[in-house]
């Protein structure tokens, strides 16, 4: 079974930062588009930021310059650094890996809890 760890979320006051990290199986990483999504009580799930395997990158409409995501490929980790936090951005925080080989192929991980309070 296809485990992604995530760590990093926690409470902070609104303008406060954190930053989020996944981490993924070696065999997984090198070929996936890695995604941040969130999800908050009574909201659908909705993508964060992706980047690609050779770097690109794109946003939800909502962050507006606040998060960047990256990848280290020695480690095998994405990040989402995530500055000027508002009360709004509070949601579980998912990490998802997701390639195409004959068919497409989808990991979550198991969620991390952001809470930004006012």
């Known amino acids: 079974q296809v485990q992604l760890v995530e760590s990093g979320g926690g409470l902070v006051q609104a303008g406060g930062s954190l930053r989020l990290s996944c981490v993924a199986p070696r065999s997984i990483f090198r070929v996936s588009d890695m995604e941040w999504y969130r999800q908050a009580p009574g909201q659908q799930r909705e993508l964060v930021a992706q980047?690609?395997?050779?770097?690109?990158?794109k946003y939800g409409d909502f962050v507006r310059g606040r998060f960047t995501i990256s990848r280290d490929t020695a480690k095998n980790t994405v990040y989402l650094q995530m500055n000027n936090l508002e009360p709004e951005d509070t949601a579980v925080y998912y990490c998802k890996a997701e390639y195409l080989w004959n068919r497409r192929y989808e990991y979550w991980g198991q969620g991390t809890q952001v809470t930004v309070s006012s």
């Open positions: 980047i690609t395997p050779e770097g690109p990158t």
